[in-house]
């Protein structure tokens, strides 16, 4: 369960803050992606990176930006959220996009 | 568009009983594949079961199986012997080609000792 780690665990911020999640996979995988977790809702897909280049956008507001500098790193930069930004955000990495996922334990954010 | 539908948001079911998790899904595509992920309390999300729907078999994962009817668009999946660990949240996945998964919003299962 360590082949897909994310930091921070627990993140709490202000509107007008910037903050930066990261994730990182050892398992050798060409994709990667952010997902969003609400309660009662499925989760979103948020991005999709393929060897590096950016591949999905699900309309995702520009407050979220995501940079992909390797195939092993991942990072989800955050500037001036919302309250209805709270949620659990999920990395995963997979070998070829659409193959079988391999998530890490996410991100708690609270927006205040 | 691609849809999946877990209508059961709870469960719970007795240590060393099987328990049955539905999920539908809908879809115009005729190759695709199915998952079930479980997400346990420490919100690490693991794969339990892929199946492929070209397969007419179904798939089955020690004490994990499904029971996959295309025709019906259901692909449940069965818990036997439930042990306490088997305690999570379980999601059902679709995904046909590219790089879109589409999940349902989840069941909730409880094993009670």
């Known amino acids: 369960e360590t082949g897909v780690t994310q930091t921070p665990r627990h993140l709490v911020m202000g509107m007008t803050n910037k903050k930066s999640l990261k994730c990182e996979q050892h398992?050798?995988?060409?994709?990667m992606y952010w997902y969003k977790q609400s309660a009662k809702k499925p989760l979103e897909l948020m991005f999709v990176?393929?060897?590096?280049?950016?591949?999905e956008n699900n309309s995702v507001p520009s407050r979220f930006s995501p940079e992909c500098p390797n195939s092993s790193h991942l990072f989800l930069h955050l500037h001036t959220l919302q309250p209805e930004d709270s949620a659990l955000y999920l990395c995963?990495?997979?070998?070829?996009?659409?193959?079988?996922?391999?998530f890490g334990p996410g991100t708690r954010l609270t927006v205040t | 568009a691609q849809t999946v539908t877990q209508s059961q948001p709870e469960m719970s079911v007795q240590e060393a009983e099987t328990v049955t998790l539905s999920c539908t899904y809908d879809?115009?595509?005729?190759?695709?594949?199915l998952f079930w992920y479980k997400q346990p309390p420490s919100r690490q999300m693991i794969l339990v079961i892929r199946?492929?729907?070209?397969?007419?078999q179904n798939a089955t994962e020690n004490r994990f199986s499904v029971n996959f009817q295309k025709a019906a668009k259901s692909f449940s999946l069965k818990i036997s012997d439930s042990q306490l660990g088997d305690t999570a949240m379980y999601f059902c996945?679709?995904?046909?080609?590219?790089?879109?998964?589409?999940f349902g919003t989840g069941t909730s299962l409880t094993v009670i000792p």
């Open positions: 995963a990495s997979s070998q070829d996009t659409g193959d079988e996922q391999y």
């Open positions: 398992l050798g995988h060409n994709a």
């Open positions: 990176y393929s060897l590096e280049e950016r591949v």
């Open positions: 879809t115009s595509e005729n190759n695709y594949y």
């Open positions: 199946q492929e729907a070209y397969k007419q």
């Open positions: 996945a679709f995904r046909y080609t590219g790089n879109q998964f589409y």
